[in-house]
């Protein structure tokens, strides 16, 4: 089990481009392939780890880890996550200086970015869909999609500032969920 873990998260840290959001639904697929959440916890796991500070893919590998095998399981689910990226920033910081202005570098960069951008995209409709026992269009989904449209107002029309786009997220979440 805790070989499985570091093995786990060890891979999807080598694959971790765009960020902790983009890898959720990698995370979600190998959490769930090994049976060590069912999908609701796994949903909120990744919410609890979204709230604490720090990047949300550490966050949840070290609870995935905790909740299937204890602490050493939090520890070596943490390990994997992170030694990747330490690894790759240590190499790239060795070279980036000396390759940054080839073509073929910033070529790769910009390839990346819509492929980010569809996995942060594919999670967050995964995490708005209700549980598989409900219709796509319930109240829950409604609820949400009208706290998504008045949040996305506030940060573009009226450009307030995220902790209270934040705050008023957790509000209308308690006048229609509650």
């Known amino acids: 089990m805790l070989w499985s873990l570091f093995a786990v998260f060890l891979k999807i840290g080598f694959v ?5 959001y ?3 639904p990698l995370i979600r697929h190998e959490v769930l392939l090994h049976g060590w959440m069912e999908e ?6 990744v919410a609890l780890a979204g709230m604490a500070p720090g ?15 204890g602490v050493p ?3 070596l689910s943490t390990l994997g996550m992170v ?14 200086f000396r390759l940054r202005q080839r073509q073929w570098v910033k070529a790769t960069f910009y390839g990346l970015k819509p492929v980010v951008t569809g996995m942060i995209v594919y999670a967050a409709i995964h995490f708005s869909l209700p549980g598989s026992g409900a219709g796509w269009m ?13 949040c996305l107002g506030a940060l573009i029309k009226y450009r307030l500032h995220p902790l209270a ?12 969920f509650q």
């Open 16 to 20: 971790s481009f765009g960020g902790g």
């Open 22 to 24: 983009a890898m959720i």
């Open 40 to 45: 609701r916890q796994f949903t909120d796991t």
């Open 55 to 69: 990047p949300i893919a550490t966050n949840s590998a070290t609870l995935i880890g905790y909740e299937a095998a």
């Open 73 to 75: 399981g939090a520890i």
């Open 83 to 96: 030694l990747p990226s330490l690894a790759m920033i240590v190499i790239i910081a060795a070279f980036f």
């Open 138 to 150: 319930s109240w829950h989904t409604v609820g949400m999609l009208i706290i998504l449209a008045v």
């Open 165 to 176: 786009v934040i705050v008023l997220s957790g509000v209308l979440g308690i006048a229609f």
